[in-house]
């Protein structure tokens, strides 16, 4: 169950920090806070990045359940994040060039929407780790009860 708790805050805090990094690359480029903040960060968030949360949420999910590869431990965790950014970047551009016409501007878009979420899922990660501490699993097998061949 705490495995599943510290996915759910690695996500919420991953995504709320990528927002936050997103609104203030928008700040930096020139746009009003609030419009950096209340329509650009979330659009370039949730628009350009939906396919890599899905993506990342699911490895996520299935590394914390087996505790091992993708989406398990700080590094497992992280790179779980650079592959979902990638597999999001790739559907971008598949749709784009299935379009008829490259559009730069998007691909842009998705490669700056990975940038702000592999930043918030990396610092989300660490957060998380130090929230919710797991308990360590021991590498010895549980001892097995067996009936002393004494007492027969």
């Not at 919420?12 to 990094?21: E, G």
């Not at 700040?27 to 960060?41: C, I, N, R, S, T």
Request: charged share 10%; no cysteine.
């Amino acid at each position: 169950m705490l495995v599943l708790l510290r996915q759910i805050i690695t996500l919420v805090i991953s995504v709320l920090l990528a927002w936050i990094f997103a609104g203030l690359a928008f700040v930096v480029q020139g746009a009003p806070v609030a419009d950096a903040f209340l329509v650009e960060a979330p659009t370039l968030v949730f628009v350009f990045m939906d396919i890599g949360l899905v993506v990342w949420m699911v490895l996520l999910i299935i590394g914390g359940i087996r505790r091992q590869g993708l989406g398990a431990g700080k590094a497992g965790t992280i790179v779980a994040a650079v592959v979902a950014a990638l597999a999001n970047l790739a559907v971008i551009a598949v749709i784009v060039m299935q379009s008829g016409t490259p559009d730069m501007l998007a691909i842009s878009f998705g490669v700056q929407a990975g940038a702000v979420f592999v930043a918030g899922a990396g610092v989300a990660t660490v957060i998380a780790h130090r929230l919710v501490p797991l308990p360590v699993r021991s590498a010895e097998p549980a001892p097995v009860n067996r009936p002393d061949a004494s007492s027969e």
